[in-house]
């Protein structure tokens, strides 16, 4: 099929999907916003299951698939589902080799809504998107909330697939089985790192996958953490960096305040500091950065993904495998095409089923 039909084909097949989270996340949104939820999980209605069972024969409704760890060696397998075959066959034939070497740095800003970029309130961040490509229109999943949303951001699949609704990392939780970028990258050699403002994130960096994951107090925290290991450190090829005040900000006192502006500031700040933490180390020539966020907000939540404003999140890719010049992505974006982005620069197969293709256009050719 035409490459240009076949992402708005399958997109639209999965948009049923989403309908499907959506339906969960109805019944489930007395529950899973800000605050860690104290009462057992209620558990997935059985119509919700079946329906998941049905479109989805491998699917599991109430725990994550195990997506297998794909190694350079590793085929395709032949129990694949159609779904997953026809996702992964645009981007199975895809030679990284053409691009220029590369490590890949993730920066999550928690929360952060794109409208609140500014070349005035956050230069470091308007110069990675003017020196890269951006799009201010990318879209997390449905539920629009941190655990969910970074599951998906990286791993590379939707919520169907991973199903994690919860929001903490009480004991009583299911353990996340879906692998991340982290698993991928262990697996294939290569050296990573996690500092991170929110505990739960450790579910998806696990310490025994990742070369170091550390979590950190606040922004300022993170950065300087991030900061100590990157110069102490022999130099990692995936680093992930999530920076949790924007978020903190916005439900004490609301999206798009004086305040919540203010603290997306500082969250620049730290974005610098992450940004020069690079240089000294002299990778900042090697290394393409994404910058996005988990989820937008409105008044002090986020949890309602029917609302655009919760969904929509800033999504920029700068470096060397990036197009240069502030490009403007004109093509939908997913949370989780930054995984499938990240491991095509980072040169590793793409697993099959993985929801998320690289953003073609945002890459070098
Ligand atoms: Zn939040």
């Known amino acids: 099929m035409n490459k240009f039909w076949t992402k708005p084909l399958l997109r639209l097949s999965r948009f049923g999907l989403q309908l499907l989270g959506y339906s969960v996340w109805l019944v489930l949104a007395g529950c899973v916003p800000t605050a860690a939820p104290s009462s057992p999980p ?3 209605p059985t119509a919700t299951a079946a329906a ?3 479109v989805s024969p491998t699917a599991v409704a109430t725990t994550a698939i195990t997506l297998p760890l794909i190694t350079k060696s590793a085929t395709p397998t032949a ?3 159609a779904t997953a075959t026809a996702t992964a066959s645009p981007t199975s034939t895809h030679t990284p080799t053409v691009l220029p070497p590369s490590r890949v740095l993730i920066i999550v800003v928690d929360g952060l809504r794109p409208d609140a970029i500014s070349a005035e309130l956050t230069p470091h961040i308007w110069e990675l998107a003017q020196t890269g490509a951006y799009s201010w229109a990318a879209q997390t999943i449905s539920p629009s909330i941190t655990l969910p949303s970074h599951t998906s951001m990286l791993s590379g699949v939707d919520f169907y697939q991973h199903g994690v609704w919860w929001n903490d990392d009480a004991p009583e939780r299911p353990p996340i089985t879906t692998p991340t970028l982290f698993n991928y990258a262990t697996a294939a050699g290569l050296r990573s790192l996690a500092v991170y403002g929110k505990t739960k994130i450790m579910l ?6 990742t070369t170091q994951s550390i979590y950190a107090l606040g922004d300022v925290g993170v ?3 991030f900061a100590q290991l990157l110069a102490e450190e022999e130099p990692f090829d995936l680093m992930f960096t999530h920076l949790p005040e924007v978020d903190g900000t916005g439900h004490a006192l609301g999206w798009m305040s004086e305040a919540y502006l ?3 500031a500082q969250a620049d ?5 992450i940004l020069k933490a690079l240089a000294d180390k002299g990778l900042r020539e090697t290394t393409t950065i994404v910058l996005t966020a988990d989820h937008g907000g409105i008044n002090l939540g986020h949890g309602d993904p029917t609302l655009a404003v919760n969904r929509t999140i800033p999504w920029i890719l700068s470096g060397p495998a990036a197009v240069a010049g502030g490009v403007m992505l004109t093509e939908p974006i997913e949370t989780y095409d930054t995984a499938a982005t990240a491991l095509t620069i980072l040169r590793l197969p793409l697993p099959e089923g993985l929801d998320g293709q690289p953003v073609h256009q945002a890459l070098q050719k």
């Open 204 to 209: 998806l960096a696990q310490p025994e996958v």
């Open 79 to 81: 129990t694949a589902t």
């Open 52 to 54: 998941l069972a049905a």
């Open 42 to 44: 209620p558990p997935v």
């Open 269 to 273: 700040t730290a974005v610098g500091t």
């Open 262 to 264: 203010a603290a997306v």
């Open 223 to 225: 950065s300087m953490r």
